[in-house]
Nanobody
Framework: VQLQAFGGGSMQAGGSLRLSCAAS?????????MNWHRQAPGKQRELVAS???????NYADSVKGRFSISRDNAKNTVILQMNGLKPEDTGVYYC????????????????WGQGTLVTVSS
């Protein structure tokens, strides 16, 4: 399984950006939770938002009411819609997911996508 993230870029405070992350594999697979994390300069990586396979969402307090996470199970994609961006939202954003693959054996997987940089200027 591979995760590939899209989106990111630079935006002024108050603006919006949209991140997406797609999972793909040559084997049959399923996805459990899909998450977005971020790492600001000089800080530890933190969980920003998560969504379960059933659609239950959770958000860091710092982004509640501004960010929205959703997933398209048919496309194996998770989206993070970021509105009302603030300079403190600046950082590298990483998608992360876990699930199962089926073939001759059933295997669990947990992967991180490549980071995508979000820069918010005041």
């Amino acid at each position: 399984v591979q995760l590939q993230a899209f989106g990111g870029g630079s935006m002024q405070a108050g603006g919006s950006l949209r991140l997406s992350c797609a999972a793909s594999s040559g084997r049959r697979f399923s996805i459990n939770a899909m998450n977005w994390h971020r790492q600001a300069p000089g800080k530890q990586r933190e969980l920003v938002a998560s969504i379960t396979s059933g659609g239950t969402t959770n958000y860091a307090d710092s982004v509640k009411g501004r960010f929205s996470i959703s997933r398209d199970n048919a496309k194996n994609t998770v989206i993070l819609q970021m509105n009302g961006l603030k300079p403190e939202d600046t950082g590298v954003y990483y998608c992360e997911a876990d699930g199962w693959t089926w073939g001759d054996t059933v295997e669990a997987w947990r992967l991180w996508g490549q980071g995508t940089l979000v820069t918010v200027s005041s």
